[in-house]
Nanobody, 114 residues
């Protein structure tokens, strides 16, 4: 059974940094594009960054230049380094592959205070 376990969220002031981790028990992890998604209250879940199996990253315009996605295939883990955080980054952050699996993890809450 696939498991996605996100961690690393928390409360931070605007301008601060957090590093999120996602441990994925996907047998084909190495060959999957992995992504970080976020969902703010009352809003849809959006893709904010993804990284190809070859390590090529791609970012939503709203986070480009501030967030960095990376992966460690030996650990089946994907990371999201978030710098210069803004209040509008407040959301629950999830990881999943692209295309997404049916099941999602519990997510990790990121709250940025102004």
């Amino acid at each position: 059974q696939v498991q996605l376990v996100e961690s690393g969220g928390g409360l931070v002031q605007a301008g601060g940094s957090l590093r999120l981790s996602c441990a994925a028990s996907i047998s084909t992890f190495t060959w999957n594009t992995m992504g970080w998604y976020r969902q703010a209250p009352g809003k849809q879940r959006d893709l904010v960054a993804h990284i190809s199996s070859g390590g090529i990253p791609n970012y939503a315009a709203s986070v480009k230049g501030r967030f960095t996605i990376s992966r460690d295939n030996a650990k089946n883990t994907v990371y999201l380094q978030m710098n210069s955080l803004k209040p509008e980054d407040t959301a629950v952050y999830y990881c999943n592959r692209l295309p997404t699996l049916t099941s999602w993890g519990q997510g990790t809450q990121v709250t940025v205070s102004s």
